[in-house]
Each structure stands twice: as structure tokens, then as C-alpha cells.
């Protein structure tokens, strides 16, 4: 336990080291600078813009960051050949894979944190109310950015950086594309393409569940157990990740 | 320094000076490394500037929304946003907004209006104020009622808590078409949502004695009168319900004098023997406290009390 949350705190400080901070500030000026800009070119709605900007504003960062570091988190320490001088050390494979996702996970959650505080006072000082749907959502958001992080980590784990980030975008696309994908299965007549296109809607993951922005935007809280239920699958299928990333690395030779 | 020498020469051996000194100076080398780069630098950024500036004259060329004719469906938008189809709708909405603004919008803008208006509410059905803001633009900048209403019933399917919507699209059928009955119905159903001001339903009633329906008028106006809390408010729809009455009593009255004239080929001397004849049950009460007076010369039957029918009067657009 103890070297997992060395390995954590020590991905947490590298990743901070590597100025990954530094996106809030694009992302103050993006979400202060385009409220202010577009709320007067509106006729009313304001509050609605500001709400849909900074919700969409939060998700798009948040997930750029689960990919694009996500993706560095083992491959970089193979690279640096690192990894040697660490796994020399008495710590698993396991632990060493885990601790690497709880630090960006903790990462993660700081820049979520520190964006939604921003956007809450961005939404305040432009004299909106805040809705507790706001709160809802970025908890979803929170979530996908667990899972996109976790598909990213468990890519790196046996391919290069750049098939890896590949792979993870094409997932995050997939994932929001699935109901659709099963709604093509039901007027589909073909059995076998009704099947085959239910199967993939049960294996990838559902982004669109986690996607409460549009509602919440409008002031509108969802039902808390399905808020419970969309949670839980979001974490569940994470753990399932993650597992597997740990059996690949325990496998793979360097 | 020899006067004569003349000027060019002097001019020629400054330059060299100047260039020698340049030379000697530590910025030398970088001035020689910096100096193609600066170069070719200033010179890709006018031709950038240039060439934007070209583009955009030619871009102005097409109205701005006649460029969303490569906009794809609403639906193929939707699935093609990701997730991000709120942000999506604000913008084109946003675009939306501005080309109404313009000067002069011809039908065929309208046309564009209506289509973008189409998407972004198919992106984002809640969107009430795109309805709303659609519905006026297309009656009002340009004339396109039957495309306003269409927008309206969409927003009315997906917004049934909105009474504005609803409201709207009997103000349409009243002053765009003239069509009292989808008018009162559209009204009465603005009227029945919860929020809705109680002027609605008073407007409703109207209406619907206009479009004769005075029992609907009568209904409608009983059941917000139970639902008002406010006293001031129900001391004005107690007002109107009674005209109401009023309307749908002199219609009764009206219609079995009518038969009366059919069965009898004469009017009815009183009205009494409208009951005596079995046309009627029983002549109405007067709900004000007066009574019916009828003249059998005119056939015409008023409320003693009330000087105003219930009417609804305009003028159509262009008339």
C-alpha cells in the first residue's frame, strides 16, 4: 500500500512538474473571455451559455488531459529506462500500474476542482444562479475522464505513444456513439448485424450515460440514484481497465 | 574632408562606414542569423494578410446564412457533436441571431433562418428561447407564418411546460391567418399550463367566443378562476366569465330562436315560448343580475346589463 502511494505522489508531482497546470489559465481566459463575448451577443440565455461553455469547456480539458498524459504514464518510463530502477525496488508490477493511475487520477481531480471553482465564480459574478444539476455533472464528468484515463493507461501498456492515443480517442468517440449504435441494431433486420452492433454496445464503454451536460446546463438535476448508477458503471468499468492493464504489464518484457 | 568630394561619394563611404561598423559590433552575427528569417518572416505575413483580406471579400460576397447551406441535418449534427451538442446549438444559434440582425432579410435568408433554427433545436429540443425568438423573426423581419408555426409545434412537442410557446402560435393563427378556432385552441392550451398569466386565459376566452365555442370560453375561464389564488385576479376573470355566460347564453338563445323561425316561419313573440315550444328547458339566468331583453322586430336578444360584445376585432396584414 505504502509503495503504491509512493508511486502516486510521485506521478502526481512529475505530472505538475511538467506544467500541466498551465491549462487553467487557457482555460480562464477561454471560459471568462467567451462568456463575456458571447453573452452580449445573445439575445437572453446568457446564463445558458455561460453554463453550456464552461460544462463543455471542463469536459474538454479534462479528458485531453486523461489522454494525452495518460498515454505517457508507462511508456515514458520505459523510454527514460526508468522503469528499471523502479521495478528493481520491492514493489509489484501491479502497485506500480495502480499507483501511476491514482496520481494522474489525483491530478485530474485537482484540475477539475480548481476549473469548476472558477466556472462556479464565472457563473456568480455574471449574477446566475448555480443550479445543483452543475455539481451532478461535473461528478459524470469526473468519471469519464476516470475511464477515458484508464482505457489511455491500459493502451500504453503494450503499444507506442501515439497508437495508444489513437486508440484512446477513437474509444472516447466510439463511447458517445454507442446508443446510436444500438439504435441502428433495432431497425436493422438483419440478425446478424442486430447482434453484432448489440455486442459492441455492451463492450464499449457508454460515454453517453455519463453525459448529463445539456440537462444540467438547464438547471434540471438528474434522479440520484441513476447520478448512483451511472457512477458505478463508470468505476466499474474503470476497475475492469485497470485490471487488465496490471495482467498485460505483469506479462510484458522490456 | 575635401569639399568637392561629391556627394554620392560621401553618401557611398558612410554606407561603408556604417556597414563596417555594423560588422564590428557583437550584434553582427546575429544580426546576419536573424536577418533572412525577419525577412521572409514579414513577407509570409503579408501575404497572409493579403490573402485573407481577398478571401474576405469574397466571403462577403454571400450572405452569411446562405453559407449554412452545407449545414447537415439536425439529426447527422447531433450524433456528429459528441456529446458536445449543447455547445454546438449555442453557436450556431449565436450565428443565427446575427443574420437576423441584418439590415435587409430577403424571403430566401428567411428560408436559411428557418433551417438553421430547424437544427439548432433539433440539437437541442429544450431550446425554448430559439423557438420563441425563431417564431417572431419569421413573422416579423420576413413573412413566413407557416414556417414560424411549424418551429412553434415542434417546441410545443418537446416544451409542453412552456406556455409562451403555445401563446405564440395562437397569436399566429390569429393575426397571420385569421383562424379564430386554432387561435382559442392554442391559446386555451397556453392558458392551462401551469405559470401561465391569467390575461391568457381571459384572451383565450375571447377567442374562443369569437370562434364560437363560448361553452369552451366559459370552461376554461371556471377552472383558472378555481385555480387563482390571487383576489384582484379572480375579481377580473369573475368579470369575464360572466360575459362569458353572457355569450354563451345569448348563443342558446340565439340558435332556439333560430329553430323556432324554422318550425314556425315567424319569429317567437317572447321568449318564453321558446320553453313553452320545448326548444329550451328553461330560458338562462342573466349572470349579472339583469335579464335577456328580446325584440321580436329585430330578432335580436342582448344582456341588459352588458353594452360590449365579446369580440375580437383586428386587421390582417396588407389589409
New interface residues.
Partial sequence: MQCLFAVAVNTFRETLRDKILYNLVLFAVLLIGSSVLLGTLTIGEQARLVNDLGLAAINVVAVIIAIFVGIGLVSKEIERRTIYTLLARPITRAQFVLGKYLGLALVILVNIGIMFAMFLATVRLSGHPIHASLFQAVELMLVEALLVMAFALLFSTFSSSILSATLTLGIYVVGHLTSDLKMIAEKHASGVIKSLTATLYYVFPNLETLNIKGQSAAGISVDLGFQMIATTYGLLYTGLLLVGACLIFQRRDF | MDIDIPRATILRDTAVEALAALQMAPITHLTKQWLPFTLVGMGLCAGIVATQLSLDTTRAKVPKLQRMSYLPDGDILK?AA??????VA?VL??QV??AMGDRRVSTETGQWIYRALDVVTTL?P?FV?AYE?GAHALCSIVVMPQESNRLLEKGIRHNPQEWRLPFLLGINHFFEFGDNQRAAEAMTMAARIPGAPEIIARLAAKLLVSAKSPQQAVELLAKVYEETPDENVKRLLEQRLREAIVERDLALLEEAIGRFQAQHSQRPARLEQLVQEGLLRELPQEPFGGQYQYSALSGEVKSSEIKERMRMTFRKRGQ
Avoid at chain 2, 82 to 87: A, D, I, K
Fill in positions: 450524433v459528441l456529446g458536445y451538442r449543447e455547445v449555442d444559434w449565436l441571431i446575427q437541442d429544450t428561447r425568438a
